[in-house]
């Protein structure tokens, strides 16, 4: 008996051990989780600070968006190229934040505030409206871009 005793203490200890150990498994999980939603809001900051610091280096393009201020002006077909390379930019930066999304890490008021981010960018140089809509998925296929387009709607 007293070997009977033994094992179930040793069976005990060991469910006891396994309990403890899901339990840390879960908190690792948790802080992996945060520290993914974290890097990935930190992400992009990242690629709008470059977005900004695009314009603080490069007076050309900073002429340009003034240019552009102005909607249905003339550009040289250098300057159409920037502008399509500056939209291709928002648009990358759109569906990183579509991704985040998708992936449930940005939401809410994060979330709000990257596409108001965008949004300011678009809102600020009126004259690129015309090369963004092409391209965009239709309507009803991404929360992300809807918000992007009512943004877009109210702009116009």
């Not at 948790?30 to 977005?51: T, W, Y």
């Not at 928002?90 to 999304?101: D, E, F, H, V």
Request: glycine content about 8%; proline content about 4%.
């Amino acid at each position: 008996m007293n070997l009977d005793k033994i094992n179930r203490w040793l069976s005990l200890s060991a469910n006891i051990g396994v309990l403890i150990g899901i339990g840390f498994l879960s908190l690792e999980i948790r802080q992996s989780n945060r520290i993914a939603e974290r890097d990935g809001r930190s992400d992009l900051v990242s690629e709008d600070i470059e977005i900004q610091r695009s314009f603080l280096e490069n007076p050309t393009l900073v002429e340009l968006m003034v240019k552009l201020e102005t909607p249905e002006t003339e550009l040289t077909s250098v300057e159409r190229f920037q502008v399509q390379s500056y939209v291709a930019t928002l648009r990358s930066r759109i569906s990183n934040i579509n991704i985040s999304y998708e992936s449930g890490l940005l939401d809410g008021e994060p979330l709000q505030r990257q596409v108001s981010g965008v949004l300011a960018n678009i809102r600020r140089v009126p004259g690129i409206l015309h090369y963004f809509e092409p391209g965009m998925p239709p309507r009803g296929d991404s929360v992300v871009y809807d918000m992007i387009r009512d943004g877009i709607s109210r702009i116009e």
